[in-house]
């Protein structure tokens, strides 16, 4: 699969967006969507991911990665499955604004799209330990901040510390000997 990035980043004039009353579009403009749409999916630089691909330029082009990742976001933000994801692409047009997918025809996320994805990356971090998507995180983690209305001078409970501090757990617990425990 050849690596492209997206071209079809603004609304055409055959748009599904533009069939929408103005009522609706005023909603989506107004909601979350709109948000990311005109915050956080300009940010995502695919050309950070072109190394996952083939620099072939015959081979099959690749669901645009800005699309991609930022469905992941969506993913973690709105905390669903893969499956409850796909099914809002398809058929919500909030997340489709979001991804700029709404003059596709049809979507471009399939079931697998999302886990080929993260293959890739496991599999070019294991070869170089670079992790992509976390620098991609980094680069983007001050808009980020802002649009979820974030304070970053608190510290948060959520389920990433809880596991690491499980983990750490498990390390001092190894580490002490059997008639202490």
Same mark, same amino acid.
Request: net charge positive.
């Given at each position: 699969m050849g690596f492209s990035a997206n071209k079809h980043q603004q609304?055409?004039?055959?748009?599904? @967006? %533009?069939?929408?009353? *103005?009522? =609706? !579009? !005023?909603?989506?403009? %107004?909601s979350w969507a709109g948000a990311f749409a005109k915050t956080i999916f300009p940010l995502i630089n695919e050309e950070r @991911?072109? /190394?996952?691909?083939?620099? %072939?330029? @015959?081979?099959?082009? %690749? =669901?645009?990665?800005?699309? /991609?990742v930022a469905a992941l976001l969506l993913k973690e933000m709105c905390?669903?499955? *893969?499956?409850? +994801?796909?099914?809002?692409?398809?058929?919500?047009? !909030?997340?489709q604004y979001a991804l700029n997918t709404t003059s596709y025809?049809?979507?471009p996320i399939s079931d697998r799209t999302l886990s080929r994805f993260r293959?890739?990356?496991?599999?070019?971090?294991?070869e170089t330990g670079v992790d992509l998507l976390k620098e991609e995180m980094l680069a983007m983690a001050e808009k980020m901040v802002d649009f979820m209305d974030i304070n970053p #001078? +608190?510290?948060?409970? *959520? #389920?990433?510390?809880?596991?690491? #501090?499980? !983990?750490?757990?498990?390390?001092l617990k190894s580490s002490i000997?059997? #008639?202490?425990?």
């Open positions: 609304l055409s004039l055959d748009d599904n @967006f %533009n069939q929408l009353t *103005d009522r =609706t !579009k !005023k909603f989506i403009l %107004n @991911f072109a /190394v996952l691909y083939s620099s %072939n330029a @015959f081979s099959r082009p %690749n =669901t645009p990665v800005n699309i /991609v905390r669903l499955t *893969d499956d409850e +994801l796909l099914l809002n692409i398809l058929t919500d047009v !909030k997340y025809l049809e979507q293959k890739r990356l496991y599999y070019y971090e294991m #001078s +608190l510290k948060r409970m *959520d #389920s990433v510390m809880i596991a690491s #501090s499980c !983990k750490r757990c498990l390390d000997p059997v #008639s202490v425990i």
